[in-house]
């Protein structure tokens, strides 16, 4: 965003929505800056409709926003074309833009809690990968994966959060956020296939 909000800076998009089974008039959106406000919200979506109601999600002990918001368009078109054309979308200042319908639940297990983290820095230390995740709920264990043969960190962590919810947060606020030295972070739960396999490094 602009510092005036008066218009929205624009990216590349990062992916799509693919295909979807859900409907409603309601967006669940994330990735946005912490500065982000109802206006913002507004020049972001009014291109593809009529805005109802905006409302940015907030941490509900400190009252901080958490980069995550709720948007209601006036009828399910509309809400199907938001999320088309801004889901993986880049916004200039980098983040990447994750939209999805409000009564769409977050893929994984229900009960999962284990979270798998790519895409860190080589130089990233257990403080870090906690501070990281501790926005968005308790820290119960953590894992840097690091290389058998050299000890090296590999870019890439086990995170243990302390509910399923809280590991829902964590992939709608942290997937696809850009780090400092240009990586994109990927999140997801640690229950998909192919990734069980690290807990054995």
Same mark, same amino acid.
């Given at each position: ?28 959106? #994330?990735?946005?800056?912490? /500065? ?10 009014? !291109?593809?409709?009529? *805005? ?28 199907? #074309?938001? *999320? ?7 916004? !200039? ?5 994750? $939209? ?23 130089? *990233? ?21 690091? /290389? ?21 947060? $964590?992939? /709608? /606020?942290?997937?696809?956020?850009? !780090? ?15 990734? $069980? ?5």
């Amino acid at each position: 965003f602009n510092q005036s909000g008066s218009q929205m800076a624009y990216g590349s998009r990062h992916g799509g929505l693919g295909g979807v089974s859900y409907s409603g008039d309601n967006v669940y959106i #994330s990735g946005l800056p912490e /500065n982000v406000t109802d206006k913002h919200i507004e020049h972001l979506f009014m !291109m593809y409709g009529s *805005i109802v109601s905006t409302k940015i999600l907030q941490n509900p002990q400190t009252g901080a926003p958490l980069g995550t918001a709720l948007v209601r368009m006036q009828n399910t078109h509309q809400a199907a #074309s938001a *999320i088309q054309n801004l889901n993986g979308f880049q916004l !200039m200042g980098g983040n990447v833009l994750s $939209c999805r319908y409000a009564n769409e639940k977050p893929r994984g297990l229900p009960s999962s809690t284990n979270l798998y983290v790519s895409g860190l820095s080589h130089n *990233i230390t257990d403080s870090a990968l906690r501070e990281l995740f501790a926005p968005y709920g308790s820290v119960t264990s953590q894992r840097i994966i690091t /290389n058998r043969a050299t000890g090296m960190p590999l870019g890439t962590a086990l995170v243990r959060m302390e509910t399923n919810e809280q590991a829902n947060a $964590c992939i /709608n /606020n942290i997937n696809g956020a850009q !780090m400092s030295g240009g990586k994109y972070l990927s999140v997801r739960f640690a229950t998909e296939k192919g990734i $069980c396999a690290y807990r054995s490094m």
